[in-house]
T-cell receptor
Framework: GPKVLQIPSHQIIDMGQMVTLNCDPV?????FYWYKQILGQQMEFLVN????????KSKLFKDQFSVERPDGSYFTLKIQPTALEDSAVYFC??????????FGPGTRLLVL | QQKVQQSPESLIVPEGAMTSLNCTFS??????FAWYRQHSGKAPKALMS????GEKEEGRFTIHLNKASLHFSLHIRDSQPSDSALYLC????????????FGAGTQLIVIP
């Protein structure tokens, strides 16, 4: 089936540093999403993105977060500066505009 | 705020058994209901989805939705050891851009 790739699979950084999480969505998909899962908790929606714009974001999507997909390359989630509570697994997803969102395997972020 | 709850938290069944997983949701305006399967460290993979009340069968898997009861379920016929995974239910309110609300998951183990 369609595959979404995420790079890196793991990232460890010091609090206050900037981090960029990369997502390579399914090639013809138009809608892109980030979800966050803190250890032991449910996966929660962060943001969705279409036609170069953020369409909807949750209260978890803090001012320190930003997303972009320049020129059809990676769909990225940038956190600047990072905080301890940003430690989580971040899942990227994409969809064609139909109903199924296809997920990547996640990036495990640890902020020290 | 949509609340999605899954039961049971974990389940052990013998190979060949019927497995039933449950999901309840709180937002009666929900329109899209899906099940994902996730093996450890891998991407959540979409299994089945349904929009309207009733049942939908695909192979050994059947999804059943009762909107009035705010409940849907996944039934796995002739469970196999390869079905062992974390099963996530997801609910969405409206359009293809809408956020998915996930349950915490049911960990299924199928014993040969």
């Amino acid at each position: 089936g369609p595959k979404v790739l995420q790079i890196p699979s793991h990232q460890i950084i010091d609090m206050g540093q900037m981090v960029t999480l990369n997502c390579d969505p399914v090639s013809n998909h138009l809608y892109f999403y980030w979800y966050k899962q803190i250890l032991g908790q449910q996966m929660e929606f962060l943001v969705n993105f279409y036609n170069g714009k953020v369409m909807e974001k949750s209260k978890l999507f803090k001012d320190q977060f930003s997303v972009e997909r320049p020129d059809g390359s990676y769909f990225t989630l940038k956190i600047q500066p990072t905080a301890l509570e940003d430690s989580a697994v971040y899942f990227c997803a994409s969809s064609l505009g139909e109903d199924t969102q296809y997920f990547g395997p996640g990036t495990r972020l640890l902020v020290l | 705020q949509q609340k999605v709850q899954q039961s049971p938290e974990s389940l052990i069944v013998p190979e060949g058994a019927m497995t039933s997983l449950n999901c309840t949701f709180s937002d009666s305006a929900s329109q899209y209901f899906a099940w994902y399967r996730q093996h450890s460290g891998k991407a959540p993979k979409a299994l089945m989805s349904i929009f309207s009340n009733g049942e939908k069968e695909e192979g050994r898997f059947t999804i059943h939705l009762n909107k009035a009861s705010l409940h849907f379920s996944l039934h796995i016929r002739d469970s196999q050891p390869s079905d062992s995974a974390l099963y996530l239910c997801a609910v969405r309110r409206g359009s293809a851009l809408g956020r998915l609300h996930f349950g915490a998951g049911t960990q299924l183990i199928v014993i040969p």
